[in-house]
């Protein structure tokens, strides 16, 4: 086989059949060309051998946990491929073990923080109007940065305070938001919207300067900005208002599997990680308000 032809060739099925997200494709099309170099541009010789030699190169050069476990599932998922299409006459990955990742905590802002980058003062700018919006819907919901920017004007149902995700895997999931995020929704949407839409807007919920959808890099530096005003708040960006919204919730009171839905988490073990932060953010006021901690 070609080298082109099979990177195409696993591009479109990553795409097309496993319907993953344009990020996640990225990153295993660049695992696999990683491989395909390690093996000469060539499938012949692909084995558990070659398989392992090219992870111990990838260990040995400095490459975090997280990267070689992802390249680890990547190899995986590209050995069953070409299995299947007849480029390899056996599946090496089903030999590969896990190569597991730390988890660690997230960092999150505290309740007066939170409330600290939300409280500013009125304003007309439209600017000012998207930002604020935009930031309260990500404290509000706990969207991912990518499911926000996917937003349309239609997705906001202003009756039940409720917006239409489309999360991974193309799944839609309703989430609700209060009315702060409401009010600045509506400010942005009536007083600000209307001043940057061009015909190349479209539906687009938030818009850019120049009118087109907004980028999850913009939002990125909405975020560093506003949390860069509060004193101290850790730098995070939109995925920390995302965990910081998770563990607001389950310290307030909502179950595990509420909070699951919420996320848009296929799997329950991922928002367990979220009890573990309020664990720990306990065990920290404990040893600093107990006499005897």
């Known amino acids: 086989m070609d080298r082109d032809e099979v990177v195409s060739e696993f591009g479109r099925y990553l795409r097309l059949e496993r319907d993953l997200s344009p990020h996640t494709v990225r990153a295993y099309l660049a695992d696999m060309s990683s491989l395909l170099d390690h093996m000469g541009g060539q499938l012949e010789g ?68 939170a409330t600290a980058a939300l409280s500013v003062p009125p304003t007309d700018d439209p600017k000012e109007l998207r930002d604020q919006a935009l930031l309260e819907l990500l404290y509000a919901t706990g969207v991912r940065v990518g ?78 900005a506003r949390l860069s005003t509060v004193d101290g708040a850790p730098d995070m960006g939109p995925h920390g208002l995302r965990h910081t919204a998770a563990t607001h919730l389950l310290e307030g009171g909502a179950d595990l599997r509420s909070v699951q839905e ?17 664990i720990d953010r306990l065990r920290t006021a404990y040893r600093q308000a107990h006499p005897r901690a």
Do not use: M
């Open 46 to 113: 692909l084995d558990i051998g070659a398989l392992r030699r090219w992870l111990a190169d990838q260990h040995a050069s400095g490459k975090a946990r997280a990267t070689l476990a992802r390249r680890t599932a990547c190899a995986r998922v590209f050995t069953a491929y070409c299995h299947r299409r007849g480029w390899l006459p056996t599946d090496p990955g089903l030999l590969l073990g896990s190569a597991k990742s730390p988890r660690p905590l997230p960092v999150v802002l505290d309740e007066k923080q």
């Open 262 to 278: 919420l996320l848009g988490h296929a799997s329950l073990n991922t928002t367990q990680i979220y009890t573990h932060v309020s």
């Open 147 to 224: 499911e926000l920017c996917a937003l349309d004007v239609d997705d906001v149902d202003r009756e039940r305070n409720v917006i239409r995700v489309l999360g991974k895997g193309r799944k839609e999931r309703t989430v609700p938001f209060g009315q702060p995020a409401l009010r600045a929704l509506d400010r942005w949407c009536i007083h600000g919207r209307p001043l940057w839409v061009r015909a190349r807007s479209g539906p687009a919920l938030f818009l850019g300067v120049r009118g087109g959808r907004i980028d999850a890099g913009t939002v990125r530096r909405v975020v560093h």
